[in-house]
């Protein structure tokens, strides 16, 4: 079984991302960019790693780019996060692909996304998302 198809085993219940590689494993129940924000916050070496995910916008997908994820799996994954992760030549797949990812409240675009519309660096998006989550 693949790393990938190990995280995806993994994605049950409450489980909102998966990251998996060897036998190296890391879950977390959190919502949006948290997960993968606090990995890089606390210095997981996360190069390799596959993950699977709930939702995969273009926010979360800058995150795993500047962490060095190898293979990418999306419950819903956005067809910009999609096209970034094409572009940088990471292996992804998806059970729904959309237009865009929306709040919570379904009444826009979630904000996480809406800071990196314009922003294709990773290292500028993890500065941008670690200035949102302070507040």
Known sequence: MSDLDRAKALLTG???CV???GEAVYTSS???IRPIMGHLAAGTDLLGFSVADRVVGKAAALLFLRAGISAVWGD???ESAAALLRARGVP???GVLTPRIVNR???GVCPMEAAV???DDPDAAYAIFREKLKG
Do not use: W, Y
Request: proline content about 0%; glycine content about 14%.
């Open 30 to 32: 959190e919502n949006g």
């Open 76 to 78: 819903v994954m956005s």
């Open 92 to 94: 992804f797949s998806c």
């Open 19 to 21: 990251l998996a590689k």
């Open 105 to 107: 409240a379904g009444t």
């Open 14 to 16: 409450d489980k909102t």
């Open 117 to 119: 519309g314009d922003v």
